[in-house]
Nanobody, 121 residues
Framework: QVQLVESGGGLVQAGGSLRVSCTAS????????MGWFRQAPGKEREFVVG????????RYSDSVKGRFTISRDSAKNTVYLQMNSLQPEDTAVYYC??????????????WGQGTQVTVAS
């Protein structure tokens, strides 16, 4: 069982930046592809970005490509999501997720509890 704990959400002005983090309990952290999803009020949860276990492969949704960057630190069992040029439409609860492979990141086996990101216009 992998436990995921997000942190770093908050309120930011449009055009600003924010970094959210997700720390995993699993010692074999590098065995898992990691990803971020988000769910805005009244909308379905959507995939945002994923990274392979080794960190060598990433996938981004078109809506965040060029603005968001995912990275991971295996020594800290932590994955980061750096969000730049934030817009009000980025407002959502952001969820960390883990899957066995990057190809499976769309159907994660584990989820975090979520962290709220609010972008004010």
């Amino acid at each position: 069982q992998v436990q995921l704990v997000e942190s770093g959400g908050g309120l930011v002005q449009a055009g600003g930046s924010l970094r959210v983090s997700c720390t995993a309990s699993e010692r074999t952290f590098t065995n898992y592809a990691m990803g971020w999803f988000r769910q805005a009020p009244g909308k379905e949860r959507e995939f945002v970005v994923g990274i392979s276990g080794s960190g060598s492969s990433t996938r981004y949704s078109d809506s965040v490509k060029g603005r968001f960057t995912i990275s991971r630190d295996s020594a800290k069992n932590t994955v980061y999501l750096q969000m730049n040029s934030l817009q009000p439409e980025d407002t959502a609860v952001y969820y960390c997720a883990a899957a066995a492979f990057i190809a499976h990141i769309g159907r994660p086996a584990y989820w975090g509890q979520g962290t709220q990101v609010t972008v004010a216009s």
